[in-house]
C-alpha cells in the first residue's frame, strides 16, 4: 500500500520525473498549495523537500520534457493564471518561463515531439477550445488550431504521435468525444 502524502490536494498537478511522482500545487480543503511532494515508489516515502512554486494554486497543468517539470496554469480561488514554472530537480529549483498567452485552469497537459501543449482548460469564466505549444528552444508559446469543442478539466494523452483530448466539462454537460491533433482537431463519438 502507498503512503499518504504529508497534505491533502484536491486540483493536484502529477507528473513522473526520473522515476519519481512530483505532486504539484493543490487545495488542502482550507489552502491553495505552492508545495510539492515527491514520492519514491522503490522505498514507499513521500518527501517534502521539494522547493514551493512561486505560487499558490490547484487545478494545474504539468508535465515534463527534456528533463524538467512543467507546472502551467490553475488557480487560487481569486484569480486565473498563465504562468508557466519549470523545476530542475538538479538543482531543486523552480525558474519562470514564458507565459501562455490565455489564462487556463484545468489544463490539460501533453508533451509531443519536444514541444509542450496546454490544451482547453478554463480562462476562469469560461472553457477553452483554444490549444498552445511551448519550445523550449524559443522560449515561447504559440497558439495552433482550436478543438472543435470548448471543454475544462479535461485528460489528455499521446498516442502514437497524436495527442488525444478527453472528456471534460463545457459547463452544460460532460463531454465523450476524443480528439487528436495533427495541426488540426477532429472528433471521434463513441
Not at 48 to 67: E, F, K, Q
Not at 115 to 126: F, R
Amino acid at each position: 500500500m502507498v503512503v499518504s502524502m504529508s497534505k491533502r490536494r484536491c486540483g493536484v498537478g502529477v507528473s513522473v520525473l526520473d522515476d519519481l511522482l512530483y505532486a504539484v500545487g493543490g487545495h488542502d480543503g482550507s489552502s491553495y498549495l505552492n508545495s510539492v511532494e515527491r514520492y519514491d515508489p522503490k522505498t514507499n516515502q513521500w518527501s517534502s523537500d521539494v522547493a514551493p512554486t512561486s505560487t499558490c494554486r490547484m487545478s494545474v497543468g504539468v508535465a515534463v520534457l527534456g528533463g524538467f517539470l512543467y507546472a502551467m496554469g490553475g488557480q487560487d480561488g481569486v484569480s486565473c493564471f498563465n504562468i508557466v514554472e519549470r523545476y530542475d530537480p538538479k538543482e531543486n529549483k523552480w525558474t519562470r518561463v514564458a507565459s501562455m498567452s490565455t489564462r487556463r485552469l484545468g489544463v490539460a497537459v501533453a508533451v509531443l515531439g519536444g514541444l509542450l501543449y496546454a490544451v482547453g482548460g478554463s480562462d476562469g469564466t469560461s472553457p477553452l477550445n483554444t490549444v498552445e505549444r511551448y519550445s523550449p528552444q524559443e522560449n515561447r508559446w504559440h497558439t495552433i488550431a482550436p478543438m472543435g469543442t470548448r471543454r475544462k478539466h479535461l485528460g489528455c494523452a499521446v498516442y502514437q504521435d497524436m495527442i488525444y483530448a478527453v472528456g471534460g466539462r463545457d459547463d452544460t454537460t460532460e463531454l465523450s468525444k476524443a480528439q487528436w491533433c495533427e495541426e488540426r482537431w477532429s472528433a471521434q463519438h463513441y
